[in-house]
C-alpha cells in the first residue's frame, strides 16, 4: 500500500509516542539501578558489625564454638538452593541464563536437594529441567520489600537444613561494567575452616577485646543468621539491580531503532511532501503554458 501524508503523520505520531513510553523506562531502570546499588552499599557497616561479632566468637578458647558450624559426618547431605530471577518482561533472557546455570551446577552435586526459586519464570524453567522444586517467591518490586523475602527464605529453607553437613547456594545474575550481567553462585552453608580463620585473624578495632555475656554458641549461630541475612539480601539487591540493567539495555536499543524508524519516516514524508509540490508546481506551469498559447 502505498503511503499518504495522512498515514505517515500517523505513523511519526505513534513512533513519537513509543518512544516517549521507552525513554520513561529507561530512566525508571537507571533510577531502580540507583537504589538497589544504594541498599547493597547500605548494609556495609551491618555487615562490618557481624563479622566482629563472628571474628570475637572464633577467638573464644571454647571448642564447643567452633564446633557450631563444624560439618560432622552424616549419611545424606541435605541440599538447598535458591534461584533469583524475574516476573517481569523486557529483560531478555534474564531468567533462562540464570536457570541455566543453576541446573548446570546443580547436577555436579548430590545429595537430598531442594531449589526455592524467586519469580514465576524462573520458577518454569527449573520446573521444564526436573528439579526438586519446594516453594516459589515473588520478586519484590522495590528495596522495602527484600527484607521480608529473605526472612521468609530463611525460615523455609531452615526446615530443610537442619544437619550441619547442609550445604546452601544462591545463584543469580550480577550486574556487570557495561549495563550488563552474568550468572554467579555462592555457597553460603557450610562455612568452611578457611572462612573461620580468616574472620578470627580479623584485626580488631580497639586495644582491648570484648566479652562475650552469654552461651558461645548460641551467639555463634545468631550471628551465623545474620551472616547468611546479610549474604540473601544482597544476593536479591544484586539480582533485581542485574534485571533493570537488562532492562535498560533492552530500552537503549529500542530507543536507537525507534529512532532510526523516526529518521526514515520523517525522510519519506519530507520525500513525499517533495513530490506532492513538485507535482503542483508542474501543473502551475503547464496551465500556464496552455494559457498562453492560446
Known amino acids: 500500500m502505498s503511503d499518504t501524508s495522512a498515514s505517515l503523520r500517523r505513523s511519526i505520531a505513534s513512533a513519537a509516542d513509543l518512544q516517549s513510553v521507552v525513554r520513561s523506562m529507561k530512566a525508571l531502570a537507571g533510577a531502580n539501578i540507583g537504589q538497589y546499588e544504594q541498599s547493597v552499599l547500605a548494609l556495609a557497616e551491618y555487615c562490618r558489625s557481624v563479622e566482629l561479632g563472628l571474628s570475637l566468637c572464633?577467638?573464644?578458647?571454647?571448642?564447643?564454638?567452633?564446633?557450631?558450624?563444624?560439618?560432622?559426618?552424616?549419611?545424606?547431605?541435605?541440599?538447598?538452593?535458591?534461584?533469583?530471577?524475574s516476573d517481569?518482561?523486557?529483560?531478555?533472557?534474564?531468567?533462562?541464563?540464570?536457570?541455566?546455570?543453576?541446573?548446570?551446577?546443580?547436577?555436579?552435586?548430590?545429595?537430598?536437594?531442594?531449589?526455592?526459586?524467586?519469580?514465576?519464570?524462573?520458577?518454569?524453567?527449573?520446573?521444564q529441567a526436573g528439579l526438586p522444586l519446594k516453594g516459589l517467591f515473588r520478586v519484590p518490586s522495590s528495596v522495602k520489600g527484600i527484607a521480608p523475602?529473605?526472612?521468609q527464605i530463611q525460615l523455609d529453607s531452615e526446615a530443610?537444613?537442619?544437619?550441619?553437613?547442609?550445604?546452601?547456594?544462591?545463584?543469580?545474575?550480577?550486574?556487570?561494567?557495561?549495563?550488563?550481567?552474568?550468572?554467579?553462585?555462592?555457597?553460603?552453608?557450610?562455612?568452611?575452616?578457611?572462612?573461620?580463620?580468616?574472620?578470627?585473624?580479623l584485626?580488631?578495632?580497639?586495644?582491648?577485646?570484648?566479652?562475650?555475656?552469654?552461651?558461645a554458641r548460641q551467639?555463634?549461630?545468631?550471628?551465623?543468621?545474620?551472616?547468611?541475612?546479610?549474604?540473601?539480601?544482597?544476593?536479591?539487591?544484586e539480582s533485581l539491580a542485574g534485571e533493570n540493567a537488562s532492562r535498560l539495555t533492552a530500552m537503549q536499543r529500542a530507543d536507537k531503532n525507534i529512532e532510526?524508524?523516526?529518521a526514515q519516516l520523517h525522510n519519506r514524508f519530507n520525500s513525499l511532501r517533495q513530490s506532492s509540490i513538485d507535482a503542483e508546481l508542474f501543473e502551475v506551469i503547464s496551465g500556464y503554458e496552455s494559457l498562453t498559447s492560446r
Open 149 to 151: 523475602l529473605v526472612g
Open 260 to 262: 532510526e524508524l523516526l
Open 58 to 85: 572464633l577467638r573464644q578458647p571454647q571448642a564447643q564454638a567452633r564446633r557450631a558450624i563444624v560439618p560432622a559426618p552424616g549419611t545424606k547431605d541435605a541440599i538447598g538452593a535458591i534461584v533469583f530471577g
Open 160 to 201: 530443610h537444613l537442619t544437619n550441619e553437613r547442609a550445604r546452601f547456594y544462591v545463584f543469580r545474575n550480577r550486574p556487570q561494567v557495561g549495563m550488563s550481567y552474568a550468572p554467579v553462585s555462592q555457597r553460603l552453608l557450610p562455612l568452611d575452616r578457611q572462612w573461620q580463620q580468616d574472620l578470627a585473624q
Open 88 to 127: 517481569q518482561g523486557l529483560v531478555g533472557q534474564f531468567n533462562e541464563r540464570v536457570a541455566e546455570f543453576a541446573i548446570q551446577t546443580l547436577a555436579d552435586i548430590h545429595g537430598d536437594l531442594q531449589v526455592w526459586a524467586v519469580g514465576e519464570r524462573v520458577h518454569g524453567c527449573l520446573e
Open 219 to 237: 551467639t555463634l549461630r545468631a550471628l551465623i543468621r545474620e551472616y547468611l541475612f546479610i549474604s540473601l539480601f544482597r544476593a536479591c539487591a
Open 203 to 215: 584485626p580488631w578495632p580497639s586495644a582491648a577485646l570484648p566479652e562475650i555475656l552469654h552461651d
